[in-house]
């Protein structure tokens, strides 16, 4: 019930593409669903979060979607960057500690 | 610009050997994680301090791992003795509770031989 499921593992896009990540969670106590963005040799960073009581949240090319009722939430980058290619965690809290999913390994090519 | 620092970045030693990571968190920060990364198992949470007392460190191996915050400005992860299963990329991350946002630094390279 502690568990954050994410897939795919990796994904190739064209530049201008859309990648798209999925997340998917059990536990209902969860409120708070951020999302890090790992390049190789770096420490995970903070990119886009979102709270339950919303359904879509968007920066820039980033755009989270919330499904509360199927317990989901995904990661949409728009018109993806060669730049973009890095690890994408999905994550839920848990009180102060985050639950991280596995990972998704996006590369972007030109 | 506020980052966490890690040291050292990369660290090669033998089995049985005992190892030490260290940790600066953000200025201010008072809760401190420290994670394992392997290709296998992912981001793993081995243990967290809040105000410098130990929270959580169930996902640790106590025989050989601790975890300690001997100030606000320092947090040590231990390895004694060190096992060539231990090799891994260990990050330490602060954050500011009940805030939820984790600061990750730039991690030590762990191989054990």
């Known amino acids: 019930q502690q568990q954050v499921k994410q897939s795919p593992q990796s994904l190739i896009v064209q530049k201008g593409g859309i990648s798209i990540i999925n997340c998917a969670y059990e536990n209902t106590a969860f409120d708070y669903f951020p999302w890090y963005q790992q390049f190789p040799g770096k420490g995970p960073a903070l990119l886009i979060a979102i709270r339950p009581d919303v359904s879509e949240k968007k920066e820039g090319r980033f755009t989270i979607s919330f499904n509360k009722s199927a317990k989901q939430f995904s990661l949409h980058i728009m018109d993806s960057q060669p730049g973009d290619s890095a690890t994408y965690f999905c994550a839920a809290n848990n009180g102060d500690k985050l639950i991280f999913g596995t990972g998704t390994r996006l590369q972007v090519f030109p | 610009d506020a980052r966490v620092t890690q040291t050292p970045r990369d660290k090669v030693t033998e089995m049985g050997q005992e190892v030490t990571m260290r940790c600066q968190p953000i200025?201010?920060?008072?809760?401190v994680f420290w994670y394992r990364q392997t290709m296998m198992q992912g981001l793993e949470l081995l243990a967290y301090f809040r105000n410098r007392a130990p929270l959580d460190d169930s996902g640790m191996p106590k025989d050989r791992f601790s975890a300690e915050m001997p100030d606000a400005t320092l947090a040590t992860l231990k390895i004694q003795p060190s096992e060539p299963r231990d090799s891994a990329v260990y990050f330490c991350?602060?954050?500011?509770?009940?805030?939820?946002?984790?600061?990750f630094g730039p991690g030590t390279r762990l191989l054990v031989l």
């Open positions: 991350a602060s954050g500011l509770s009940p805030a939820e946002t984790q600061y």
């Open positions: 200025l201010g920060h008072n809760t």
